[in-house]
């Protein structure tokens, strides 16, 4: 089971870093952002494509459980995904987006991708 978990959230991370490099301004689109500058682009591509396609790589050396890394990479990942939620938490008291897309739903896929990882630690 805490390899399948562990496989559902890398794609999701490739995915969203392989969106991230390819079309960075796409993926902001649904944030009201605008990437119209080669630096807000190069930044989005950072963040959102190379973090991405960095922790579905290290999530996949822990599916192998490479050199026994695997509980470590599970609670690292859970606590930025963890991390993430809570920013939205914050942003729901300071700005309180009213809409579930996308921040609601990107808090609820962060927090259960999150909590599955934290689940799967103890038998990692």
Do not use: K, N, Q
Not at 114 to 122: F, R
């Amino acid at each position: 089971m805490a390899g399948f978990v562990i496989a559902v959230v890398a794609v999701f991370f490739l995915g969203m870093g392989g969106y991230g490099l390819v079309a960075p301004a796409a993926l902001i689109r649904p944030f009201r952002m605008a990437a119209d500058s080669t630096e807000a682009r190069t930044e989005i591509r950072a963040v959102y494509g190379g973090f991405g396609i960095a922790m579905a790589l290290v999530l996949a050396l822990a599916a192998i459980d490479l050199g026994g890394i695997r509980r470590g990479v599970v609670i690292a990942v859970a606590a930025a995904l963890l991390g993430m939620a809570f920013g939205r938490l914050v942003a729901r008291v300071v700005e309180r987006p009213s809409a579930f897309y996308p921040s609601w739903c990107y808090f609820w896929v962060e927090t259960i991708g999150g909590g599955l990882l934290l689940a799967t630690a103890g038998s990692a």
